[in-house]
Every structure is written in structure tokens, then in C-alpha cells.
């Protein structure tokens, strides 16, 4: 009778994106184009821009102050509930548990493992980048900001660029940029522009930023979407090489299971019969009365050695019948 080999969970997954080993015609790489590399020269220029403006202390300093002093959330207090909300479609938790899931749906449908790995890419991109920026220049935010008119710039802040901003950027860009069609990528394109400006005009409400840590951390997401061409030869390479990963250990199973099936019959010796095993013991066991087995009231009554009650000459076992007592006088 043949059996069918039991596969595990990580067997049927791997199973189901083997269906299509090739990635579908219809879905086109990002590549590197001459168009994409002047809107990544530009963008890097625009935020080298921010940074000096911000450094030499000019207009656009000048600008977070008023918008500090003008504090939005006293002024539209009755929004501060929603905005509160809202913020944390910025915020990195949250939005990449909504954003991996919807990418592994893709992966399964799609039969490859693209998805999920170019949003682990873009994610380490935005933590070595955007969390190097943040510590090197150390700015501080408008909570506390210690001489008015000052940039804040190196006093151990963490806010420029602001990292929600960056990261509603990043995570909800990634959907346009995996994208199987032009219309679904111009669609997503807009959610994600207006999801990101909405999340980092928030932050300028409730005062966590200055109106320069929003632009640029949407300067910060937008270099790493530009830049994420660059990275999909990488991508390919690990895709194949979890692939291949995951072949060399089905074999390597399959090979344990061919030496355990192939392996000879171990011989078992039988257990001695009970006979036997009594025979060779060499004492009884203490809990047996010795000789044949009698009922209590055949057996004659011993008294324990050093027992202090004298011996009766005139027991008799029970169960038998006793004989008549002489009568004596006295």
C-alpha cells in the first residue's frame, strides 16, 4: 500500500508558491530609469536644502516658531480627539502589521516572496537612514526647545526628520510601488501622498514637531521609494536563496527518511517465561508463606518469640471442636 508523505505547514506554504515558480508576466520591476534618477537627484537636493536652511537658522526656522506659537491644538481643540487617532497611521508598529499583512496575502496569491521582502528592505533603509539623521543632528522639539529663534540643532534631540512622517511615507508608498497595474499604482499613489501629509500635519498639531521635521521626513520616505530600484537585484537574491534554502533541506529530509525506511530489522529478544524467572530466584519473596497455601483457620497458632504471654497448653486451633475439662476440687 502506498502512503502519501505527510508535509508540514512550511511544506504546504512553500508548495503553494510553487504553482507559479515565475513571477507573473502582468507585474513589472521598478528599474532605475534615467527619469527616476534625476526625481532622486532632485529629491536629495531638496533635502539638503531643508537641512542648511535649518542649520543657518533662516525664514523656515522662523516659520516653526510661529506655527509653535500659534499652537493648532488650542485653536481647533475640538478636532484633537480624531487627531490623536490619526497619528498612528504614522507610527511604525501599527501600520507594519496592517501594511505585511496585505503584502503576504499578495505573496500567497502571487506565488512569490517580492512583497514581503521589498518591505523589509525599504524598513531597514528608513531605520539606518532616518534614525542616523535623527541622532546626528539632534535637534529638539517644540516641548523643549530652550531660547526662542533657535534652530536646536545638536542639543541630544531625536525629531529631524520626523520618523512618523517618514515612515507613513514608506509604508503606505510601498503598495503603489508594488503595484501589478498603472491605474492601481496612480490610485495608491494618491492614498499614500495624502495619508502621509495628513499624519505629518498632525504631529504640527499636537506640537511633537516642527513644521521642518515634516518635510523633511517626506523627503526622507520619498528618497527611499526612489531608491528601492537600486536594491531588487538584492531582493532577487534572497528570494532564490530561501528558495534554494528550502530545497536543500527537503532534501536533506527526504535522505533521513530513505536511511530510516532502508535501515534492517533490529532483532528482539523474548522476555523469560515466569516459570523460569522464579526458578532462578534464589529467595522467596517475603510477602509468600512458605509450603502449600492453608486457610487462617488450619494454621496453628504460633506465639512471637519474646512475646511476654505464657504459652497456654489447652489452645486449640480454631474451628475444632474443644474436648471437656476435667473437673478438679479445691
Request: hydrophobic share 45%.
Amino acid at each position: 500500500m502506498r502512503t502519501e508523505p505527510k508535509l508540514t505547514r512550511l511544506d504546504r506554504v512553500f508548495a503553494r508558491l510553487d504553482r507559479e515558480p515565475e513571477r507573473p508576466a502582468h507585474i513589472d520591476v521598478p528599474k532605475m530609469s534615467r527619469h527616476r534618477i534625476v526625481l532622486f537627484a532632485a529629491t536629495l537636493a531638496f533635502y539638503g536644502a531643508i537641512v542648511w536652511a535649518v542649520v543657518i537658522t533662516s525664514w523656515l526656522v522662523r516659520l516653526d516658531w510661529q506655527v509653535m506659537f500659534f499652537r493648532p491644538y488650542q485653536q481647533w481643540s475640538e478636532i484633537h480627539w480624531f487627531v490623536d487617532y490619526y497619528v498612528v497611521l504614522g507610527q511604525r508598529g501599527p501600520t507594519a502589521v496592517m501594511v505585511a499583512a496585505w503584502l503576504g496575502w499578495r505573496s500567497w496569491r502571487q506565488h512569490t516572496l517580492r512583497p514581503l521582502l521589498a518591505l523589509g528592505v525599504s524598513l531597514l533603509l528608513l531605520n539606518i537612514t532616518v534614525g542616523a539623521a535623527k541622532y546626528g543632528m539632534g535637534r529638539l522639539g517644540p516641548h523643549y526647545a530652550t531660547t526662542i529663534g533657535s534652530n536646536e540643532m545638536w542639543l541630544g534631540g531625536d525629531i529631524f526628520p520626523s520618523g512618523h512622517t517618514a515612515n507613513a511615507v514608506v509604508t503606505w508608498g510601498i503598495l503603489a510601488y508594488l503595484a501589478s497595474s498603472a491605474r492601481a499604482q496612480r490610485w495608491l499613489s494618491a492614498v499614500s501622498a495624502v495619508t502621509s501629509l495628513g499624519v505629518g500635519m498632525a504631529t504640527v498639531y499636537l506640537g511633537t514637531h516642527w513644521l521642518s521635521d515634516v518635510l523633511l521626513g517626506w523627503t526622507a520616505g520619498l528618497l527611499i521609494l526612489l531608491g528601492l530600484p537600486w536594491f531588487e537585484p538584492l531582493i532577487a537574491r534572497a528570494e532564490a536563496w530561501i528558495f534554494d534554502l528550502r530545497d536543500r533541506l527537503r532534501a536533506r529530509g527526504r535522505g533521513t527518511s530513505a536511511v530510516t525506511a532502508g535501515a534492517p530489522p533490529v532483532a528482539v529478544t523474548p522476555l523469560p517465561e515466569r516459570e523460569d524467572v522464579a526458578a532462578r530466584s534464589p529467595r522467596t519473596p517475603i510477602y509468600l508463606a512458605p509450603g502449600p497455601h492453608t486457610t487462617r483457620s488450619e494454621r496453628t497458632p504460633v506465639t512471637p518469640a519474646g512475646s511476654r504471654r505464657p504459652p497456654h497448653p489447652e489452645r486449640h486451633p480454631r474451628g475444632s471442636t474443644p474436648s471437656a475439662r476435667p473437673l478438679t476440687g479445691g
